[in-house]
C-alpha cells in the first residue's frame, strides 16, 4: 500500500507535463483544478501514512520520493529565479511571483515531508530513537537538503 505514495515523487512533474500537453483552452481550468487535486493527494498522503502497517517500507518510499524530486527542486529554483528576475525587468511585478513560488514550493515539500514525520514520531513510539534524536529529526525534515539526508538516517533507523 506504501508504494501509491509514489506519486508524490513524480506528481510535479506529472502536473507540469500535463499542463504543456493540454489545448490553451484547457490550461487555465487544469491550474484551478490542481490545487483541489493536490489536496485530495495530500489527505491520501497522510491517511496512508498514518495507517501504514509497515513504516519501515514507508521510510524507504519517502527517501526515494525525495531523491526523485532532487532534479524536480534545481529546475523549479532555476525557472523562479529567473521568472522573479525576468518580472523585476518588468515594473517590478517579478515580486508578485514569490508568493506563487514559495507556495508551490511549500506544496510539493508537505507531500514528502509528511510521511516522515509520521515515521519519525513511529520510530519514537517504538524507542528506536532518543527524545534528542526525535526533535533533531522533526526539525531537520522540515529543511532543503538536510530532509534528504534525514531520510536516509531514517530509513537506516528502521532497517536496524
Do not use: H
Amino acid at each position: 500500500m506504501e508504494w501509491i505514495l509514489l506519486i508524490n515523487g513524480v506528481s510535479p512533474y506529472l502536473y507540469f507535463i500535463v499542463l504543456c500537453l493540454l489545448p490553451d483552452d484547457l490550461k487555465v481550468p487544469a491550474v484551478r483544478a490542481y490545487p483541489v487535486i493536490f489536496l485530495i493527494q495530500l489527505l491520501v498522503t497522510i491517511v496512508l501514512s498514518i495507517i501504514s502497517g509497515d513504516k519501515k517500507r514507508l521510510a524507504k518510499v519517502t527517501m526515494i520520493n525525495k531523491m526523485i524530486q532532487i532534479p524536480y527542486y534545481i529546475i523549479f529554483f532555476v525557472v523562479a529565479v529567473g521568472a522573479v528576475i525576468f518580472g523585476l525587468n518588468l515594473m517590478g511585478i517579478g515580486i508578485l511571483f514569490i508568493p506563487v513560488f514559495v507556495v508551490l514550493d511549500f506544496a510539493v515539500f508537505l507531500s514528502t515531508m509528511l510521511p516522515e514525520e509520521i515515521c519519525t514520531i513511529k520510530l519514537l513510539r517504538d524507542k528506536k530513537i532518543s527524545g534528542g534524536k526525535f526533535v533533531l529529526y522533526l526539525i531537520g525534515n522540515a529543511i532543503y537538503v538536510v530532509d534528504v539526508v534525514l531520510s536516509v538516517l531514517i530509513y537506516k533507523e528502521y532497517k536496524k
